[in-house]
């Protein structure tokens, strides 16, 4: 049983140098939109700048959900780092040998996303990178998801097009994905190029220069669940109080049928368990 925490201290030391390369080469202050890497197996990660947003969607109109609480302005006060891409299986690999995470849980390999990760694996992922750099790497809270995926536009839909151009920007079930798996509900007219779950990066990135936002696969978030936004903190923090047996996730996936799934306001809740097309992004507070 001592193997464990002698492979997390061995991985660690071989990480030590990549990470000050890293560390290095960016150097100075990083400012909105650079892109960095702590380590040569981190996620590659983008700034998105401070700001405010009006976060949640109108109490009535197409595709409105009740669980998306009320309208609240939420001001994000520093800039902060995100995952350009959905954590892939070939970085959720490296942690596995590090000894902090499972083997990948869910299918596909190298560049698709990592899925099936239940909420306490995401975390474990997060304190490994946070272990081998000596930063905080988190999953992001709700408020930093939506004011990220929406990229500084009041749309629902972050690229704010018809539902007929929805495949250049985003891995929906489509056209594709129906004549290949014909599940019983409808389908997104449209071929986005993939029958199931597409290499992150596939699509086109957001204005912040973030990729699959809405579609391919769902991300963890590490807010616990709440039915109303009416105490929620509007500092952009997660809200760590309520029903923390049920976590929330954000983002809809390739298995997203119609255009009001793929909705930046949409929340949704599960109770920490593992889902085929649930995976995860990272987040990263700066100094």
Known sequence: MQSRPLSRYLFGLAFAASCLAATAAHGQELQPGDA???????PLMKVVPAGAFVMGPPPSGSGHFHNEGIIRTVTIAKPFAVGQY??????????????WC?????GGWGSFPVTGVNWEQAVDFTRWLSEITGRDYRLLSEAEWEYAARAGRPRFRFFGLPPENLCRLANVYDERSKAEYDFDWPHVGCD??????????????????????????????????????????IDGSAWLDGDCLQRAYRGGSWLANEPRYLRTPDRYRYYRARADDLGLRVGLSLP
Do not use: I
Not at 36 to 42: E, G, K, L, S
Not at 204 to 233: H, I, T
């Open 36 to 42: 960095f890497r702590d380590c040569q197996a981190c």
């Open 86 to 99: 959905e954590v892939s299986v070939e970085e959720w690999n490296a942690c596995a040998a590090a000894g």
């Open 102 to 106: 499972s083997k990948a849980p869910g």
């Open 192 to 233: 986005d190029g993939f029958v199931g779950l597409a290499p992150v990066g596939s699509m086109q990135p957001n204005d912040f220069g973030l990729y699959d936002m809405l579609g391919n696969v769902s991300e963890w978030a590490l807010d616990c669940y709440n039915r109303s936004w009416r105490f929620a903190k």
